[in-house]
């Protein structure tokens, strides 16, 4: 199996939640904008920027990540049928990315 360094991944995992509060907050301006003004929003530029957040976590996902492919490939159904809920809770805490470092060895 790969050996994965577990102060890197911790510091990457605070860099994802970063970006999930960024992509939450965006969503919710979205939300009030188009409820309070009734404004036309783009939705090719919404739906662009969904898939660039999507993405990244995915990819932080399948190749940072040390889990099964197994695990990997429920995670990304998840997250691709539930977004921005799974995205909330797949993340993983300290605790959690230890057993996942310490299963892998």
Do not use: C, Q
């Not at 939640?17 to 919710?28: A, D, N, P, S, V």
């Not at 898939?51 to 399948?62: A, D, R």
Request: net charge positive.
């Amino acid at each position: 199996m790969k050996k994965y360094n577990f102060e890197k991944l911790l510091s990457e995992l605070k860099i994802i939640r970063l970006i999930l509060k960024i992509y939450t907050i965006l969503h919710l301006l979205v939300l009030v904008t188009f409820f309070t003004t009734f404004m036309r929003i783009n939705i090719e530029i919404i739906f662009g920027i969904n898939i660039i957040f999507l993405l990244t976590f995915l990819s932080f996902l399948w190749f940072r990540l040390p889990m099964s492919k197994y695990d990997k490939i429920g995670e990304t159904l998840l997250i691709i049928l539930f977004g921005l809920f799974a995205l909330w809770m797949w993340i993983p805490n300290e605790k959690e990315l230890k057993k996942m470092n310490n299963d892998n060895i």
